[in-house]
């Protein structure tokens, strides 16, 4: 590998020169992920491993993401890097993982991290979109800065 390589294609850390694989998540994986979003304090309702990518390096679990259906909308939430682990292109896998595992051509993300979303592609929406009322809701409860964002997929 060239040392120019990025890991959003080729899954190896640059900094690191480690492999990370993004796999989905299975049963046994739910009691370390609901932990873990209890940690970073996310919503824990209604969890279903099949909602869940993790992200390993070198065998070991260093993050994961959740890709939600609520009706027809797929929400990309609870993308979660590990302390210690952040900076390294982990998060653009996962949430490249969710993008390409989902069955529609556009996803959407609530969040306050809005920059962070922009880099990998998303755009803001207006409050009070037509079909997203539930994520319009979510970013309400949610509070503080939060915003809907989408991708849509060429």
């Given at each position: 590998?060239?040392?120019?390589?990025?890991?959003?294609?080729?899954?190896?850390?640059?900094?690191?020169?480690?492999?990370?694989?993004?796999?989905?998540?299975?049963?046994?994986?739910?009691?370390?992920?609901?932990?873990?979003?209890?940690?970073?304090?996310?919503?824990?309702?209604?969890?279903?491993?099949?909602?869940?990518?993790?992200?390993?390096?070198?065998?070991d679990i260093v993050g994961?993401?959740?890709?939600?259906?609520?009706?027809?909308?797929?929400?990309?939430?609870?993308?979660?890097?590990?302390?210690?682990?952040r900076g390294r292109g982990?998060?653009?896998?996962?949430?490249?993982?969710?993008?390409?595992?989902?069955?529609?051509?556009?996803?959407?993300?609530?969040?306050?991290?809005?920059?962070?979303?922009?880099?990998?592609?998303?755009?803001?929406?207006?409050?009070?979109?037509?079909?997203?009322?539930?994520?319009?809701?979510?970013c309400r409860i949610k509070?503080?800065?939060?915003?809907?964002?989408?991708?849509?997929?060429?």
């Amino acid at each position: 590998m060239r040392k120019k390589d990025s890991p959003k294609t080729t899954g190896i850390s640059d900094i690191t020169g480690k492999i990370v694989r993004i796999r989905h998540a299975n049963e046994a994986d739910m009691v370390f992920i609901e932990e873990k979003m209890k940690q970073y304090k996310l919503d824990t309702e209604n969890l279903h491993y099949s909602e869940f990518v993790i992200a390993t390096e070198n065998g070991d679990i260093v993050g994961f993401g959740r890709l939600k259906k609520t009706e027809d909308i797929y929400e990309i939430g609870c993308v979660v890097v590990f302390e210690g682990r952040r900076g390294r292109g982990i998060g653009p896998l996962i949430v490249k993982h969710l993008i390409d595992y989902s069955p529609v051509k556009k996803v959407y993300t609530v969040t306050d991290k809005t920059d962070y979303f922009k880099g990998l592609g998303f755009v803001e929406i207006r409050e009070g979109a037509k079909g997203l009322e539930a994520l319009d809701k979510a970013c309400r409860i949610k509070g503080g800065n939060t915003v809907l964002m989408s991708y849509k997929k060429s």
